[in-house]
């Protein structure tokens, strides 16, 4: 199973590419592969620093399609179409969404496309035969980035497809002690993806930092 | 402050009863003010069996609004029009709206009228001056009705009245473990009537049961 990563010199991306690369082969796509490379060096660097092992090496984004069995798209709402649109080879592969539409206004707000939620505009554009499991939605990315703390989160996953569905959930499960729960079908998304602007409200009125979520 | 609980005689209304009539005088109201009268027997029984005191008085859903300061709206979404609509002297009283309108289709799903949430929805039918929160969404009635559990799940709170979400957040934290945490405005509530059809998904889709979220 080769992971990638687009998107993966942001600060969510980033934090994955650290922790992902302790445990399985990553690739970290950017549009710029200079960028890319650097998040792989302070992947290296931060794993040495600690003594563990790290497998990750850096590309463009059209890369981490064409060498990945299963891609992390963690790029904000607003980028997503032309990112998507501006890659070819996503026939079969499993597509992870974490991504939340959302504004701040008075408060922060979810704001979905027309399809309804990012997950369903992903499906919209993709080719039918791409498998798209929201998951990793509802966590920080200070938290990602912080390779000392424990993440004790859980993880909601949507999907279609029982067996990519599995997949992820294995692999959220492999994360620090993130635990995944199968949260149905991918029409499902809006909730998860809404929460996330929900957890950045309890944040901001409850003076507290880096909210998550976890299921009791 | 007086509680007053309308359909006080559901499954968590009574469950809410039970633990508040412990804590605060409880008017529990109900269409029937027989089942109101035997909701209360319930209560009163359950306390005196487990050496509680216990403040709690039945009437019609009317009673409760014209004897409370703090009124729950404690029925199914279906419902929500028909008992309001039925009811007079709301004004300057805060209510609370733990409702959640969903389907049970091939998974839960999420249907809110076209305000958006049933907390606007309320909002378009109530007199100006009513004090609407949303809160006590996402806990099972099940976990309400065993008093001898605990309940240790966060509570999201939206509203627009400063004062009252703070009364609201107040009662909250009375009840057994409940934490509440201010949510933001009312507008934001759609996002926590949400989680409920999550939390049954989740529940179905890997054999739990009365899920809860916790903010951590």
Not at 84 to 104: A, C, Q, Y
Request: net charge neutral.
């Amino acid at each position: 199973m080769r992971i990638g990563i687009i998107g993966g010199t942001g600060e969510i991306g980033e934090g994955m590419a650290m922790r992902l690369s302790r445990i399985m082969d990553v690739c970290v796509g950017s549009r710029d592969v200079a960028k890319a490379q650097e998040t792989c060096d302070v992947c290296l660097f931060s794993a040495k620093e600690n003594k563990f092992e790290c497998s990750v090496k850096g590309g463009s984004n059209q890369n981490v399609v064409d060498e990945s069995d299963l891609i992390i798209l963690a790029v904000p709402f607003k980028h997503v179409r032309s990112t998507v649109e501006g890659l070819t080879g996503w026939e079969d592969k499993i597509v992870i969404s974490p991504v939340n539409p959302m504004e701040r206004k008075e408060s922060f707000v979810y704001t979905p496309p027309a399809e309804g939620s990012a997950a369903l505009y992903l499906k919209s554009i993709l080719p039918a035969s791409t498998r798209i499991c929201t998951a990793f939605n509802n966590i920080a990315g200070n938290k990602w980035r912080d390779i000392h703390s424990d993440l004790t989160y859980s993880v909601p996953v949507c999907g279609d497809d029982a067996q990519a569905k599995q997949i992820v959930m294995d692999l959220v499960d492999r994360i620090s002690l993130l635990k995944a729960y199968d949260a149905g079908p991918l029409s499902g998304s809006h909730i998860v993806e809404s929460i996330t602007p929900l957890l950045l409200n309890v944040a901001r009125y409850n003076r507290m930092k880096d909210v998550g979520i976890r299921f009791v």
